[in-house]
């Protein structure tokens, strides 16, 4: 235990080929043998590479600690010659006040404690002969832990002295002065240069005036060393007035994090100069991000005053807003993707829109359904585009129609004009026939009756007879001329001859008497006085009858 709370010193007085020199002792391990990565280098070719370690340990209930030493590397390789101290052969030994360590042949080396600071500066001046000033110095402290058994706690402290020294980064340790106190092989391993540079050395830099001028126990920086980029985190300990730090080469992480930043410019950049609209949300229906087109029609500016809203607080009509989140929902429950969604959309300027919309599920890792992509594309002057073709369309229906009804009525026209034109030249050829009948004829009567054949030729009429007016033109009596195209007439061409009607008297007389024409369907309907002669025209077997007067 302590006397008093006084900082000691602890140093080691070396003697080899290269002569006697002083060492402080202050790193949590130092490594002692002849190879020059070793903390502690002997300049014998009877010693070991590595031939043992120094190990720091911190005396409960004080602010000072004492030094272990170890045989061989902290690997548990021990040394060829082994490790003698105090003239004893031995594992490990907690060095007290005045032990003297044999390393093989003339190499040895004495430990001594002292908390006089005058002591260390005298005996790291370089004064070769120390021999009498080191008699002199007395133990400033009692032993607190013994090595009695020191097998039995082997594989203890070796565990615990390989932890720093068997990590593959870099541990450093300095104080208050800039005096490097501790680097372990791999801080040695990566900065070779580290001793003779010391706190010019860009690891150290600064490192001192931030931990005086701040309050900063703990703290990481990076720092650039010949191309390699060093994440280093310092721990200032303020009992031993120590800054330990604990570097780790990140310069494959940030080519990483570069190339990432890079590729999301790259992605960015796409989605921003498509015409198309990106967006995409979480399962809360939240944005998480988008593309430029989209940020502008929101009227969100850019992307990035977009993320955390809901299509509740954009300039969307709550109709829409509640369209696309149904969408949204249907997508994500059932985990399929839609495509070609046709809907409206109002732009934060006013300006409506109509948008082809797709939507599809994002997934994590395990598949599970985590929020959803969409793409739209502004489709409204197609949309305009098919509304004036199908109204083009409509219209030249409309006109087909038209037309069409034009050129059947023209048709019609035409057909009623081919129609009247074959009837007229039918009736001139009918009169010329007529005509030449009757020149033909030798009198009245003959030519009478040739015309009554034809008529009935021409007409398709069964019958033909002539009613002709007595020489004092009172009555009517039937005419020697006839025409009869059926049989069993000859009942009623007799009947007929003892006929005679008076004007307005019969058919006959009617139309005599008005020299209109006169059509009676069925004679069979008809009254005796209508037609006098219904009885006779009945057993004859005719059914219609006409009269036309003769001019």
């Given at each position: 235990m302590l006397e008093s709370e006084q900082r000691i010193e602890h140093l080691l007085v070396i003697e080899d080929s290269?002569?006697?020199?002083?060492?402080?002792?202050?790193?949590?391990?130092?490594?002692?043998?002849?190879?020059?990565?070793?903390?502690?280098?002997?300049?014998?070719?009877?010693?070991?590479?590595?031939?043992?370690?120094?190990?720091?340990?911190?005396?409960?209930?004080?602010?000072?600690?004492?030094?272990?030493?170890?045989?061989?590397?902290?690997?548990?390789?021990?040394?060829?010659?082994?490790?003698?101290?105090?003239?004893?052969?031995?594992?490990?030994?907690?060095?007290?006040?005045?032990?003297?360590?044999?390393?093989?042949?003339?190499?040895?080396?004495?430990?001594?404690?002292?908390?006089?600071?005058?002591?260390?500066?005298?005996?790291?001046?370089?004064?070769?002969?120390?021999?009498?000033?080191?008699?002199?110095?007395?133990?400033?402290?009692?032993?607190?832990?013994?090595?009695?058994?020191?097998?039995?706690?082997?594989?203890?402290?070796?565990?615990?002295?390989?932890?720093?020294?068997?990590?593959?980064?870099?541990?450093?340790?300095?104080?208050?002065?800039?005096?490097?106190?501790?680097?372990?092989?791999?801080?040695?391993?990566?900065?070779?240069?580290?001793?003779?540079?010391?706190?010019?050395?860009?690891?150290?830099?600064?490192?001192?005036?931030?931990?005086?001028?701040?309050?900063?126990?703990?703290?990481?920086?990076?720092?650039?060393?010949?191309?390699?980029?060093?994440?280093?985190?310092v721990n200032y300990i303020p009992e031993s007035e120590l800054i330990r730090s604990y570097v780790v080469d990140v310069s494959d992480r940030k080519q990483i994090e570069l190339a990432l930043r890079g590729s999301e410019q790259m992605l960015q950049s796409v989605i921003d100069n498509i015409p198309q609209f990106i967006f995409w949300k979480d399962r809360n229906f939240v944005y998480l991000g988008c593309n430029c087109n989209f940020a502008q029609a929101a009227g969100a500016g850019a992307p990035e005053n977009i993320i955390g809203k809901t299509d509740y607080e954009l300039p969307w009509q709550k109709e829409e807003a509640d369209f696309f989140r149904e969408c949204d929902r249907r997508v994500m429950e059932t985990d399929t993707p839609e495509y070609r969604i046709i809907e409206p959309l109002l732009h934060a300027?006013?300006?409506?829109?109509?948008?082809?919309?797709?939507?599809?599920?994002?997934?994590?890792?395990?598949?599970?359904v985590v929020g959803i992509l969409g793409t739209f594309e502004d489709i409204t002057s197609r949309k305009q585009a098919e509304i004036d073709l199908q109204q083009a369309h409509d219209e030249l229906e409309t006109r087909v129609e038209e037309r069409t009804a034009e050129l059947r009525k023209i048709n019609e026209q035409l057909r009623d004009e081919i129609i009247e034109r074959q009837r007229a030249e039918k009736e001139a050829f009918f009169l010329?026939?007529?005509?030449?009948?009757?020149?033909?004829?030798?009198?009245?009567?003959s030519a009478l009756e040739v015309v009554l054949q034809k008529v009935c030729d021409f007409t398709g009429w069964k019958f033909g007879e002539a009613w002709i007016p007595d020489s004092d033109g009172k009555t009517l009596e039937c005419g020697p001329a006839w025409y009869g195209a059926i049989q069993n007439l000859e009942k009623f061409r007799q009947s007929s001859e003892e006929f005679r009607f008076l004007p307005a008297a019969g058919l006959p007389g009617r139309v005599w008497s008005s020299r209109y024409p006169e059509w009676l369907r069925d004679v069979s309907n008809e009254s005796d006085t209508v037609f006098l002669r219904k009885q006779f025209v009945t057993e004859a077997g005719f059914k219609s009858w006409v009269r036309h007067p003769d001019h």
């Open positions: 290269q002569g006697k020199r002083t060492i402080a002792l202050e790193a949590a391990t130092c490594s002692v043998g002849r190879d020059l990565t070793n903390s502690i280098v002997l300049y014998s070719h009877l010693v070991s590479r590595h031939h043992a370690t120094l190990v720091r340990l911190t005396m409960p209930e004080t602010i000072t600690y004492l030094f272990r030493i170890i045989d061989g590397n902290l690997k548990g390789k021990r040394s060829k010659n082994g490790l003698i101290v105090n003239g004893s052969r031995c594992f490990s030994h907690d060095l007290q006040h005045g032990d003297v360590i044999s390393f093989g042949g003339d190499v040895r080396a004495r430990y001594y404690a002292t908390a006089n600071q005058s002591d260390v500066e005298f005996l790291t001046s370089g004064t070769e002969d120390v021999s009498g000033f080191l008699s002199n110095l007395s133990n400033p402290f009692q032993k607190l832990i013994t090595s009695d058994d020191e097998n039995s706690n082997e594989a203890a402290l070796v565990r615990l002295a390989s932890f720093p020294e068997l990590i593959s980064n870099p541990i450093l340790e300095i104080d208050l002065a800039g005096s490097i106190t501790y680097l372990n092989p791999a801080a040695l391993v990566q900065f070779p240069d580290i001793r003779e540079a010391k706190l010019q050395h860009p690891i150290l830099v600064g490192l001192v005036a931030r931990v005086e001028h701040s309050n900063e126990e703990i703290f990481v920086r990076e720092v650039e060393i010949a191309g390699k980029v060093f994440e280093q985190s300027d006013g300006k409506q829109t109509w948008l082809e919309t797709n939507k599809v599920p994002l997934h994590d890792l395990g598949g599970n010329q026939t007529i005509m030449q009948a009757i020149s033909e004829s030798s009198n009245f009567h």
